[in-house]
């Protein structure tokens, strides 16, 4: 057996491929594919801590990787093919004032923020892996489908390095400016497709494999491996100690696939004795996972997970042409393509599932600015989560919990104007539509007119 290879997550099926391998489904079941080690012939380190010293030496471009930092616990490819540009390089951030908003009087709220990615969110993480496979094999474009971020990610990438030509497929209208910028600024090949991201999903796995284009949406079981570097972080960022709570939003359901196969190989190659729990936070305008595992009690059923339940549900959205909808675009998604692996991570993690209101998204939001580094919409529905979760009891108030701030404040300035606007237009076009009824904790811009005398009451009066 090799160091690394291709395996089907059902357990009943177990079909396993090769590393060199281009695939984002078993092709005996139809299944999602994890990518598996030989642990024994990978030899990682023996303790955790041995990671706080650097593998690589410091002329190698390896060693400016906060992922490759772990490449022994992800080494699907060689040493000397690993790409970068800088990921991963994030930090784990204690913050008193959000942990206050949250309800954890006794315990201890931490922020693992993955804004400050290259890119501007914790895709970057996954990109990377996914990339350096494809290089490996060879490819020459790479496609996705995006609500932003990952077309963000891929086009960095694609530019920086030159290796690929990126191909981005994003729905009409659905794409905030801030990441559409991005795209268009790194020379990404971009296709608007009319309808939104499902649309663009199913259309992208048709087209790359008519073309033969590498394909680096979450269903790549690569950039899941690169996605586990986040909690090796957290980790570290505790002196290696295991948080009680990991608490993340949930769209295409990639980030809390990886976290949970992390952490249950952690724990399988003896480097930790217990897991985290998992909370995945959907937006309710977005909450298919929360009704399939909360409501119609949907479980990963140790590998045989009762797909006529997601069928069924997914019959009904079709019937009454449901379309996702929810200030948090990164999450805009109804049917998330990594489904299964997360429940297998919620079994794992004895996670629970969670939906936050665009209102108390935007209102978590504010809180993180005000008393962390800011992120965009999306982010913030894991501290929405976690407070909702506080406040029912599942989180106790002595609890050491990390939510994870997937991407950066200035991805979606629009949502963050428009919440402490003064203008009522403007905050009813952008949140009002969306149920948003009052901007609770708004820093609202002091009017002044242009007068020396005036502008200094108004400094005196409000600071
Ligand atoms: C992609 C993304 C998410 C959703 O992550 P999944 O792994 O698809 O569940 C959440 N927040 C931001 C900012 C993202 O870019
Ligand atoms: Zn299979």
Known sequence: MDVAFQRCILPS????????????????????????????????????????????????????????RFWPLLPFAPRASLV????????LQRSASVGQFVGLERGELHLQYEGLNPSGSFKDNGMVAAFTHARTIGAKR??????????????AFCSVTKLMRAVIFIGSG????????????????????????DDAMQRVREVSSQLGIYLVNSVNPFRLEGQKTIMYRVLQGLG???????????????????????FAELKQLGLIDRLPRLAVIN??????????YERRGLRWNDGAPQDEITSKYYAELDERQARASTIASAIEINRPVNLNKCLRALADMRG????????????????????GLGCEPASAASVAGAKKLRAEGVIAPDERVVCILTGHQLKDPDATV??????????????????????????????????????????????
């Open 352 to 371: 629970v599932v969670r939906e936050v209101t665009d209102q108390e998204i935007m209102d978590a939001k504010a809180q993180v600015g005000a008393g």
């Open 142 to 155: 790479a496609a996705c489908a995006s609500t932003g971020n990952t077309s963000a990610s891929l086009a």
């Open 283 to 292: 937006a309710a305008g977005a909450n298919t996972l929360y009704e399939l």
């Open 84 to 91: 970068t540009i800088g990921e991963g390089q994030t930090q």
């Open 418 to 463: 428009a919440y402490h606007t003064t203008d009522q237009e403007k905050f009813n076009q952008v949140l009002g539509k969306r149920g948003v009824k009052r901007a609770s904790f708004a820093n609202r811009a002091v009017a002044v007119s242009n007068n020396l005398e005036e502008i200094i009451r108004a400094i005196q009066l409000y600071s």
């Open 240 to 262: 290696w100690q295991v948080p009680d709570w990991i608490v993340v939003p949930g769209g295409n359901l990639g980030n809390s696939s990886a976290f949970g196969k992390a």
């Open 13 to 68: 099926c177990g079909a396993t491929y090769g590393i060199e391998e281009v695939r984002v489904e078993c092709q005996q079941c139809g299944s999602l594919l994890d990518v598996a080690y030989d642990w024994a012939k990978a030899a990682p380190p023996a303790k955790l801590a041995e990671f706080d010293r650097s593998l690589f030496n410091a002329a190698e471009p390896a060693a400016q990787s906060g992922v490759w």
């Open 174 to 197: 659905k794409i905030s400016y801030g990441k559409l910028s991005q795209a268009l600024d790194f020379g990404a090949l971009t296709i608007q497709i009319a309808g939104d991201f």
